[in-house]
């Protein structure tokens, strides 16, 4: 995975900057409803949204995460419960390893292949012709993708799941202290049986890979 790629601890610092009327941070959403590519947007979104809650720790919404809650078992009384944001998660997306992590995921649910191709020629076309007019210009974005893009939200998800398999789930800190991990898009709740110092490591290789 790139090294644009970060999760953060959430903090109260955080909180406040995120909140900060005076110097609010920039977060461009660009509309695509009614645009000519809102279509196709949609179709991919109808095709992927139902893969989505197969991947593993993956969360619905505070309703799903709740009931995952109420079904643990008394929590060690020394673990930490630890938040994670990943960092402008949406326009941090590189293309290629975005469409890789979809086409695991449609092999993954038993899509056949020419099927699974024209559905990444699809999302290609929407990913890469993004444009938007501003101020009687326009803009072709070149990295990430669109917030106000229907796939969006799905198209997060499938790079969530493949970052989680291939660095989350693989390192052995993750497998020796934690005792949940449940995530909904870029926002991830965890329980760390682990210490201090174990939990910093493993939060320096998240942002490192």
């Known amino acids: 995975m790139p090294a644009m790629f970060y999760m953060e601890l959430t903090t109260s610092e955080n909180d406040k900057y995120i909140k900060n009327l005076e110097q609010p941070p920039g977060r461009p959403i660009v509309a695509s409803t009614g645009s000519i590519l ?23 919404g505070t309703g799903d995460f709740l009931k995952t809650i109420q079904q643990l078992d008394k929590v060690p ?23 890789e992590s979809v086409n695991k995921l449609l092999s993954q649910a038993g899509m056949i292949p020419d099927q699974a191709n024209l559905c990444l020629e699809l999302l290609s ?4 012709k993004k444009n938007v007019l501003f101020q009687d210009r326009y803009y072709l974005q070149n990295r990430g993708t669109a917030m106000g893009s229907n796939v969006a939200p799905p198209y997060a998800n499938c790079y969530m799941a493949d970052y989680k398999s291939t660095v989350i789930y693989a390192s052995q800190l993750y497998q020796d202290n934690v ?6 898009i ?15 490591l493993f939060f320096q290789l998240l942002n490192s890979s």
């Open 125 to 128: 076309i929407v990913r890469t």
């Open 186 to 200: 870029d926002e991830i709740f965890c329980i760390w049986q682990g210490t201090a110092e174990s939990l910093h």
């Open 179 to 184: 005792l949940m991990w449940n995530h909904f």
């Open 77 to 99: 009384t020394e673990s930490y419960l630890v938040t994670f944001n990943v960092k402008d998660l949406y326009t941090s997306i590189p293309h290629q390893h975005g469409i």
């Open 38 to 60: 809102s279509p196709l947007s949609i179709f991919l979104e109808k095709i992927l949204t139902p893969m989505i809650p197969t991947t593993p720790s993956f969360l619905l």
